[in-house]
């Protein structure tokens, strides 16, 4: 069983080895398994290795479903796909296998084939269910269909985003003064006055542009962001998506957002990025980095920065508060409320190495400055929107990134 808070491989017992968190129950099975399937102990569900090249027919006794994976060419079978916090996937050597023999093959072909067809049939019958699920967020109902509208926030779904408002628009909006504009009805005069010139024709105003709306996607730079605030002038912008894939802090030690590797890339190497004119409209933010409200550890020093992270008050403030930040649910090490999908954030690109399985469009997690449990730790959100407030070890490469910053005329 893969432990939810630190995502480590745990022998199945209550309580994690690792981190001590507490491990979901298994249930107990429902269906009783068929005969010719072996038990998978890790998992809870049997399997049966088909003579088709690279099948393997899974049955779930919670459910009393089949569903079929693949596996590569003489090896035992893939374990079937689990809905857990996203992380990179443990790649454990596994021992060869010997194919079976060409006759057996071939008593047991045509029979399986025959079944195969009938099962495939009767999912398809019973609601569409996906014979190559991988387990990406989601939930699905007792009939079989997917309700991707209960955890996909409307209107971020990958090959749906609104269009874009170029953010120039609304800055010069800022810098330029209002000029009055004729109106639209203007009363007849009783004894109109010679002119001795034609009335200049009204002209659009830089100062008309609509000003982006809380929760409007903008243009900036190389990026496409999403607004969170608009305050005095300026708009809170962070990445509408993941854009890459780094470590809070490159060696496993105490460390804290103020002399973490993270900021420093983000306010060097990153701000760089930007042209002259845009690092122009980036404001430098007052960053104050409390300590972690649950636990304790020392957020440390408050810090200036160009561009930053979200801290956990932030996360809360901007994408929706249901008061357990402030007021810790026993035994919670997250925060599991009505307001994970908001938080929810998907991949601009594939992750490195595994782009087969987590192609760009992936709902991942993706880290906050505050300091996590420990002080070696760093808080997320992880890939089906809890606050993650343990947090996860720093030197961890695997968590995403979405930078934030303030931006002014």
């Known amino acids: 069983m893969i432990c939810p808070n630190c995502q480590s491989q745990t022998d199945g017992g209550a309580f994690c080895d690792r981190c001590g968190a507490a491990l979901p129950a298994v249930p107990a099975a429902a269906y009783a398994p068929p005969e010719g399937f072996t038990r998978d102990p890790g998992s809870g569900k049997y399997y049966r290795l088909e003579a088709a090249p690279g099948a393997v027919t899974w049955f779930d006794p919670a459910t009393g479903r089949y569903e079929q994976t693949g596996r590569a060419a003489g090896q035992p079978p893939a374990s079937p796909p689990q809905a857990q916090p996203a992380a990179f996937p443990a790649q454990p050597a596994q021992p060869a296998r010997r194919g079976g023999h060409g006759l057996t093959a071939l008593f047991v072909l045509i029979p399986v084939a025959a079944l195969l067809v009938g099962t495939s049939l009767a999912f398809f019958r019973l609601g569409g269910l996906?014979?190559?699920?991988?387990?990406?967020?989601?939930?699905?109902?007792?009939?079989?269909?997917?309700?991707?509208e209960d955890i996909v926030p409307e209107?971020?779904?990958?090959?749906?985003?609104?269009?874009?408002?170029?953010?120039?628009?609304w800055l010069a909006a800022q810098t330029s003064s209002p000029s009055p504009s004729p109106s639209s009805s203007p009363s007849p005069s009783p004894s109109p006055s010679p002119s001795l010139s034609p009335p200049p024709s009204p002209s659009p105003s830089p100062s008309q542009a609509p000003a982006p709306s809380v929760g409007s996607l903008v243009a900036f730079g190389d990026y496409e962001w999403r607004v969170l605030a608009v305050e005095n002038g300026k708009a809170l912008i962070i990445t509408d998506k993941i854009i890459d894939f780094r470590a809070y802090h490159n060696t496993y030690e105490p460390i804290t957002w103020a002399d973490c590797d993270l900021r420093a890339y983000l306010n060097g190497e990153f701000y760089n990025g930007f042209s002259a004119n845009d690092k122009a409209k980036i404001a430098e933010t007052r960053n104050v980095n409390k300590d972690n409200?649950?636990?304790g550890t020392p957020g440390g020093a408050d810090t200036t920065d160009k561009i930053f992270l979200l801290s956990l008050e932030e996360a809360a403030k901007y994408f929706g508060d249901s008061g357990q930040l402030a007021d810790r649910p026993s035994g919670a090490y997250w925060i599991d409320d009505q307001c994970n999908n908001a938080r929810i954030a998907y991949t601009a690109k594939a992750v490195p190495g595994y782009e087969s399985d987590y192609p760009a469009g992936t709902a991942w997690s993706w880290w906050l400055r505050s300091s996590g449990r420990d002080s070696d730790s760093a808080a997320i959100i992880d890939n089906v929107g809890y606050m993650n407030v343990n947090g996860r070890f720093v030197n961890y490469s695997g968590h995403g990134l979405r930078p934030a910053l303030w931006i002014t005329p």
């Open 155 to 169: 209107g971020i779904e990958p090959g749906n985003e609104p269009s874009l408002q170029p953010i120039e628009e």
């Open 293 to 295: 409200q649950w636990y």
């Open 130 to 148: 996906s014979l190559f699920d991988k387990g990406e967020p989601g939930t699905r109902s007792d009939d079989g269909d997917s309700e991707w």
